[in-house]
């Protein structure tokens, strides 16, 4: 992306190379691969910082102008912690409820004097209503939106096998309300994963 200046001013954004007219000259979209020109007409290249708008509310846009690059920077807030906490616990019990339906089945049929549910379904139902349960309660313990945010975004080393049997590592960040540690004993094996622990 790119700014067009003016008197010290961004008068527009321009989110792709394309033809342009700079003080009623016309100038084909190619000038976006000549650095110096693109300069002299007063044309910069153009980042913008967003908004996790999970966590803040977007207010507006503000400039800072350098010598080679505009950056753009919305103003935020924070957005109550209460009000998320509940959509929190709300995912919670959502993200559980679709865990164990693919086994309820299991459940009915064996209420109804049929076959008794295989005891690693039933363990592995127990420790989803457990996992949800231990999960409300961390997040009615929060209290700042910075701890909001730490449950959503938990770093994580995740260590996989590539073809040849070399192990790697990559971090990844997990959303606490949504992800589930349980095993799930009718899900297929993944031959390429090997451990993910927290960081």
Excluded at 16 to 45: C, E, H, M
Excluded at 160 to 167: H, L
Aim: with cysteine; charged share 30%.
């Amino acid at each position: 992306m790119f700014c067009q200046i003016e008197g010290g001013e961004v008068v527009k954004v321009i989110p792709r190379p394309t033809t342009i007219v700079v003080n009623g000259v016309t100038y084909p979209r190619q000038v976006f691969t000549d650095k110096a020109q693109l300069t002299s007409l007063g044309i910069l290249p153009y980042q913008e910082n967003t908004v996790d708008n999970r966590f803040y509310q977007r207010g507006s846009l503000s400039y800072k102008i350098g010598s080679d690059e505009v950056v753009g920077t919305y103003a935020k807030t924070d957005k109550d912690v209460a009000t998320l906490k509940e959509k929190m616990i709300e995912q919670v019990k959502n993200r559980a409820s679709k865990l164990l339906a693919p086994t309820d089945w299991m459940v009915l049929r064996a209420t109804e004097g049929g076959t008794a549910i295989p005891d690693a379904i039933k363990a592995y139902r127990v420790a989803i209503r457990e996992e949800s349960n231990t999960k409300e309660t961390a997040i009615g313990k929060l209290t700042t939106l910075a701890e909001v945010i730490a449950y959503q975004n938990c770093p994580y080393i995740e260590t996989r096998k590539d073809n040849d049997g070399n192990e790697y590592e990559s971090e990844r960040h997990l959303d606490l309300s949504n992800h589930y540690f349980a095993e799930d004993p009718l899900a297929k094996d993944d031959p390429t994963f090997v451990s993910l622990v927290k960081k």
